[in-house]
């Protein structure tokens, strides 16, 4: 029963972004589309904390001076926000994003010089901070037809 579930959320995911495609409006407003949410836009204001707070204990420095840059991610589709105090309000998405950015270029040594292969990166948003940081010699998304 439960593949029952997840066959109708692939499908209702993959209609919206099907529409998203087609549709400014629906571009305009895809992050907050209870089809898509499921699968990408699902984290609350505390787990966002998380990924700030692991992010500023490390990396508060280039957070600060790419700040600007990183919030653009919020621009598209009207992603639920939270208010973080002093850093500003941002999605908790994004903040993940940040943060999986910062590891990989922790323990990559850098991605300025990387081929970089993402498996499910939907619209690109890990991509587009990955590349607001400092970049990459090349990404490639591999993901089904209607997120590509």
Same mark, same amino acid.
């Given at each position: 029963?439960?593949?029952?579930?997840?066959?109708?959320?692939?499908?209702?995911?993959?209609?919206?972004?099907?529409?998203?495609?087609?549709?400014?409006?629906?571009?305009?407003? *895809?992050?907050?589309?209870?089809?898509?949410?499921?699968?990408?836009?699902?984290?609350?204001?505390? +787990?966002?904390?998380?990924?700030?707070?692991?992010?500023?204990?490390?990396?508060?420095?280039?957070?600060?001076?790419?700040?600007?840059?990183?919030?653009?991610?919020?621009?598209?589709?009207?992603?639920?926000?939270?208010?973080?105090?002093?850093?500003?309000?941002?999605?908790?998405?994004?903040?993940?994003?940040?943060?999986?950015?910062?590891?990989?270029?922790?323990? *990559?040594?850098?991605?300025?010089?990387?081929? +970089?292969?993402?498996?499910?990166?939907?619209?690109?948003?890990?991509?587009?901070? +990955?590349?607001?940081?400092?970049?990459?010699?090349?990404?490639?998304?591999?993901?089904?037809?209607?997120?590509?």
């Amino acid at each position: 029963m439960a593949w029952l579930v997840k066959d109708k959320i692939k499908e209702n995911y993959l209609a919206c972004c099907k529409e998203a495609v087609l549709s400014d409006t629906a571009f305009n407003r *895809f992050k907050k589309d209870k089809r898509y949410t499921p699968i990408t836009e699902h984290l609350d204001r505390d +787990i966002g904390q998380a990924y700030l707070d692991k992010i500023i204990e490390k990396n508060e420095y280039i957070f600060n001076v790419k700040k600007k840059r990183f919030l653009r991610n919020d621009l598209y589709g009207q992603p639920k926000r939270y208010d973080y105090g002093k850093y500003g309000i941002w999605s908790p998405t994004t903040l993940r994003y940040i943060y999986v950015a910062f590891e990989l270029k922790k323990y *990559f040594n850098g991605l300025d010089c990387m081929d +970089i292969v993402e498996i499910g990166g939907g619209y690109g948003g890990q991509c587009k901070i +990955i590349n607001d940081m400092r970049g990459f010699k090349s990404y490639k998304i591999i993901d089904l037809k209607e997120p590509c």
